[in-house]
């Protein structure tokens, strides 16, 4: 098997294709980002310069990619696509733990923050949190990124 090709890649409901049209640059990396899921790799968004975004994993030289651009429409379109990997891509299964898509949703900031501020430590407000769902693998988040948000909340506090 090549690297970067995968089972999940000829499953996967979700296309991109140069021309391809979005509002606004965060719904272009909202529809990559539920693509890379699907795919099983993580992305992040660099900007080249105000009109152009790149999601690229640079840490392993990885040049798997889309850029858009803002045309005169005000539209975002998507003119340079690479899909290739030089690293194995992850299985549907464990896409929950890739950072990009990681992430505490309004609701569940809220009911941390209401632990939180009832001294509930972070790991039992996880714990919970990770029970109402039916597990840690439907939570969106990690223990890690539960600290690191209340450490964010508290140095803005501060």
Not at 25 to 31: G, P, S
Not at 49 to 57: C, I, L, P, S
């Amino acid at each position: 098997m090549e690297i970067g090709s995968s089972e999940s890649q000829s499953e996967c409901n979700l296309s991109i294709k140069l021309g391809m049209e979005f509002d606004s640059d965060e719904h272009a990396y909202d529809y990559y980002n539920e693509y890379a899921s699907a795919i099983g790799f993580s992305i992040r968004k660099e900007y080249a310069n105000k009109n152009k975004a790149q999601g690229q994993e640079t840490r392993t030289g990885c040049l798997a990619h889309i850029i858009i651009n803002r045309q005169l429409n005000e539209m975002f379109r998507i003119t340079s696509f690479e899909e290739k990997h030089n690293h194995p891509l992850v299985s549907p299964s464990l896409a929950h733990l890739l950072p990009s898509q990681r992430k505490i949703k309004v609701a569940q900031a809220y009911e941390n923050d209401l632990l939180d501020d009832s001294g509930i430590r972070p790991k039992a407000s996880f714990d919970y949190a990770a029970r109402q769902v039916g597990g840690e693998s439907f939570l969106g988040y990690t223990k890690r990124d539960l600290k690191n948000y209340l450490w964010d909340k508290r140095k803005k506090k501060a």
